[in-house]
């Protein structure tokens, strides 16, 4: 391969082979035996020029190639250029189009709907771990049926809006059969916040009633059902035990007795008539309720004693 020219010898201006520069090379020419075809000035001048115009027309030739191969590497580098582009915008192109069914796929869908047609009621908001509870039938805390719960709860369907996240969770609704499952995290997780009913206060019993008793429609519950249940809280909000010194903590921790021992008949498929009043029960409560007070009272007593010097 000719070594690259790195410059255009059609710039190059042919010499003056008729100057003195030339002179010597000339009378050599004319004198040179080999060359019996020169004899005069203008003739060795001419052979010069002749010569130097053949050298100078090969690297003319090669210069032309070399510029044919400069300009077709160019272009080569240009559609490779391109090719990558085309790959690149292609690339962009199915990313762009599977993020944009994949957000498609999280849009709530358009379901037709009556024109004129409103609704007639609302169904009460709860929080989502109680809902699955009320649905499968199972125990959940009363807590879950306060205010408190159903702002969490109204909290926990935005996250349901606007994330689609899933985790892998034991499902809590079988106790005797716990198996992992794949579920929307937000329906659920437990609220860090629920407290047990034995905690509960008879104003928070009583605040939280409705709205459980709202939710038995959750589990298809019968009638016979809903009329015990409703039974079982106007019972207490209608026993003459409020009436008496902590009678509303009596009263809070029996509904917290009756309703766990219900659940548990019922899982064990020996229900019993929840709107029967447990008088032995209610004793129990008023020992227990006793007890706590007077284990208050020593503490109290025993905060007051001066420090042992």
């Keep these: 391969m000719a070594d690259r020219l790195n410059f255009d010898p059609r710039n190059i201006p042919p010499p003056d082979f008729s100057s003195n520069t030339y002179a010597t090379i000339r009378r050599a020419l004319i004198a040179d035996a080999d060359s019996p075809g020169i ?21 003319r030739a090669q210069y032309e190639t070399q510029l044919e191969e400069d300009q077709a590497i160019a272009e080569a580098r240009i559609e490779e250029a391109a ?21 498609e796929g999280k849009r709530t869908p358009l379901y037709s709907f009556k024109q004129g047609v409103g609704v ?21 805390p009363l807590w879950y049926f306060l205010p408190e719960a159903t702002a969490e709860a109204k909290e926990r369907n935005r996250e349901a809006i606007d994330n689609n996240r899933f985790q892998i969770a034991m499902d809590e609704t079988d106790s005797s059969n716990s198996a992992l499952t794949l579920v ?60 008496e010194e902590h009678g509303d903590k009596v009263l809070a921790l029996y509904h917290a007795e009756m309703r766990r021992a219900w659940y548990e008949g019922f899982e064990q498929r020996e229900p019993f008539d929840l709107a029967v009043f447990s008088e ?16 208050k009272a020593i503490k109290g007593e025993y905060s007051l004693l001066p420090y042992e010097t």
Excluded at 214 to 237: C, H
Aim: charged fraction near 30%; hydrophobic fraction near 30%.
């Design 184 to 243: 929307g995290s937000h329906t659920v997780r437990a609220s860090p916040n629920a407290v047990p009913d034995s905690r509960l206060s008879w104003d928070q019993v009583m605040r939280a009633k409705s709205s459980f008793l709202n939710a038995l429609s959750y589990g298809d519950f019968t009638n016979d059902f809903v009329k015990m249940f409703a039974g079982f809280y106007t019972g207490m909000d209608m026993h003459p035990e409020l009436r």
């Design 120 to 140: 007639g009621h609302i169904r009460q908001q709860i929080h989502p771990y109680a809902k699955k509870l009320m649905t499968a039938r199972k125990y959940v």
């Design 280 to 295: 032995d029960t209610l004793e129990k409560c008023r020992i227990e309720i006793r007890r706590q007070n007077n284990e």
């Design 83 to 103: 090719n990558e582009q085309r790959i690149k915008d292609a690339e962009r192109k199915a990313r762009e189009d599977e993020l944009a069914k994949k957000a």
């Design 39 to 59: 004899t005069t000035e203008a003739e060795a001048q001419q052979l010069l020029r002749d010569q130097w115009e053949e050298e100078n027309g090969t690297l």
